[in-house]
C-alpha cells in the first residue's frame, strides 16, 4: 500500500507540474503588436554613406538565412525528422554566425538581409548574433526586427529548444531613414505557441528623384502552417508591396519565403509545409519573382539554397530546393541572380545574391 500510494503522489505531482507549465505557456503567449516603428542603428560618423541611390546604377543585395548559428553541415534538426534542437556549443555559434556573415562581407554588397539571427536564445548558446554580423558589417547601416519571441519550450525533451529571442536584419551602405516591423497573420490553433512570431520589415531608402527604395525583409512561416495561414501571409504582404509602388517607389523583396521559389516547382501529399510551390496567382501586377526571369537551363543547374535537415548534408542524398529570393517590381531591373554554393558550411540555407538597378520614370 505505501508503494502504491508513493506512486500516485508522484503521478499527481507529475500531473501538477504539467498543469503549471501549460499555464506558463498560455499565460506568457503573446504577439508582438503591428506596426512597430524600428530603431535604425547608424555607423560611426567617419565611415556609411551619405549619398542617395541612384538611377542606372548597379547594386547589389545578399539574402542569407543563417540558421541561428547552429547547422553545420552535419547537424540535423528534430521538427525535420533529426535529432537536434540546440546548437552544438557556444564557440561553434560563434564560428558559424561569424563564417556566414564573413562569407556575406566578402560579396561586396551594398545591401544584405538576415533570418533567423538570434540576440539571446537557449537554443543558441545566448549568443547576441547582431553584434557578431555588425563586426563584419560596422560601416553599414542597419535594423532589426523580432520575429520570435518564446517562452521556454520544453521540445524536443531531451533537448529543449528553451527561450528564444530571434529577429531578421537589414544592412545597408545608404541611409535607412525609416523602417517598420509588420506583424505576419499565423496559426491560431495550438501551433500558435510553435510557430515563430513571423513578420517583415519594410526599410526606406532615399532615391535621387525624390522617390524612395524600399526594401522588404521577410521571413515566411515554416512548420504547422495550413493553407489558409500561408494565404493570409502572402496576400498581406504583396497588398502592402502593391501600394508602395502606386505611390512611386522602389520595391525589393528578400529573404526566405519558405516556398519552392522555382516556377517548375510541382507538389503533392507529401510536400513539406515549408516547400510549397510559391503562388505565383498572388503577384500584383508589376511584380515578378527573379527566378522567373532566368532560362529553364540556368534555373535548374544553378545550386539550390536549402537542404533538409532530416540527415546530415550529403550533396548526393539531401533534400534540396530554393526557399530563398527576391520579388521586384517593374520599376527595378534585375541584372543577374545566383545561389553561392557554400556547401551548407555555415548553414542550413546557401547565401542568395541579386544585382539590380532602378529604372528612371517616365517623365
Known amino acids: 500500500m505505501k508503494a502504491l500510494k508513493l506512486i500516485g503522489k508522484i503521478f499527481a505531482l507529475l500531473i501538477l507540474v504539467v498543469v503549471l507549465y501549460a499555464l506558463y ?4 503567449y503573446h504577439r508582438i503588436e503591428d506596426n512597430v516603428a524600428l530603431d535604425i542603428h547608424a555607423p560611426s560618423a567617419s565611415s556609411g554613406s551619405s549619398s542617395l541611390v541612384q538611377m542606372d546604377t548597379s547594386y547589389r543585395i545578399v539574402s542569407y538565412n543563417i540558421g541561428f548559428g547552429a547547422y553545420s553541415p552535419d547537424f540535423t534538426f528534430f521538427m525535420d525528422g533529426g535529432k537536434s534542437s540546440v546548437a552544438e556549443s557556444r564557440d561553434s555559434v560563434i564560428s558559424l554566425v561569424s563564417g556566414a556573415a564573413q562569407t556575406a562581407n566578402a560579396l561586396d554588397v551594398d545591401f544584405a538581409i538576415f533570418e533567423e539571427v538570434d540576440l539571446d536564445s537557449t537554443r543558441s548558446h545566448h549568443v547576441n548574433q547582431i553584434d557578431l554580423i555588425t563586426e563584419f558589417f560596422s560601416d553599414y547601416y542597419y535594423q532589426y526586427a523580432i520575429n520570435y519571441d518564446s517562452a521556454f519550450l520544453m521540445v524536443p525533451p531531451w533537448e529543449p529548444h528553451g527561450k ?86 522602389y520595391i525589393v523583396c528578400g529573404g526566405d519565403f519558405n516556398h519552392n521559389m522555382n516556377p517548375s516547382a510541382e507538389e503533392d ?45 550529403d550533396p548526393e542524398t539531401s533534400c534540396q530546393v530554393t526557399l530563398d529570393g527576391f520579388v521586384i517590381s517593374d520599376n527595378i531591373s534585375c541584372k543577374e541572380f545566383q545561389v553561392l554554393d557554400t556547401g551548407f558550411s555555415y548553414s542550413d540555407h546557401n547565401p542568395v545574391i541579386m544585382t539590380f538597378a532602378l529604372k528612371p520614370t517616365a517623365p
Open 164 to 249: 528564444s529571442l530571434s529577429s531578421i536584419a537589414l544592412y545597408s551602405r545608404f541611409p535607412i531613414t525609416s523602417a517598420v516591423r509588420r506583424s505576419f497573420p499565423i496559426a491560431s490553433d495550438f501551433n500558435k505557441f510553435l510557430d515563430l512570431d513571423r513578420c517583415y520589415s519594410v526599410s526606406r531608402i532615399p532615391v535621387d528623384d525624390g522617390n524612395e527604395l524600399c526594401i522588404y525583409s521577410v521571413h515566411m512561416s515554416a512548420y504547422g502552417n495550413d493553407a489558409s495561414v500561408r494565404e493570409g501571409q502572402m496576400k498581406m504582404l504583396m497588398k502592402d508591396m502593391e501600394a508602395e509602388r502606386a505611390s512611386g517607389n
Open 269 to 313: 501529399d507529401s510536400t513539406p509545409s515549408w516547400a510549397h510551390p510559391f503562388p505565383r496567382e498572388y503577384l500584383p501586377d508589376g511584380f515578378v519573382n527573379v527566378m522567373d526571369l532566368l532560362s529553364e537551363e540556368v534555373q535548374e543547374s544553378m545550386p539550390k539554397s536549402s537542404r533538409n535537415t532530416d540527415i546530415p548534408y
Open 25 to 28: 505557456i498560455i499565460l506568457t
